[in-house]
């Protein structure tokens, strides 16, 4: 049974929010000592270009696991 995860095999970008107000971005005053500016990145675009034959990294750890412990 293949599940059909999503894997990434590569991160080709990272886009800016573009926000005075995130640490992240390039937008962000450089000498800004407010401490209610975001200090992560935004939401995450992601996108599926691909889709793998085969199960992901965690289901093949899980299934190894379980074989172990189960003794097969």
Do not use: W
């Amino acid at each position: 049974m293949n599940l059909q995860h999503f894997q990434r095999h590569m991160v080709t970008a990272i886009m800016d929010c573009n926000s005075s107000r995130c640490e992240r971005s390039y937008a962000h005053p450089p000498h800004c000592r407010l401490s209610t500016c975001l200090k992560n990145f935004g939401h995450e675009i992601q996108r599926n270009i691909d889709q793998v034959d085969e199960y992901c990294f965690a289901c093949r750890a899980a299934q190894a696991r379980e074989a172990r412990l189960s003794g097969r």
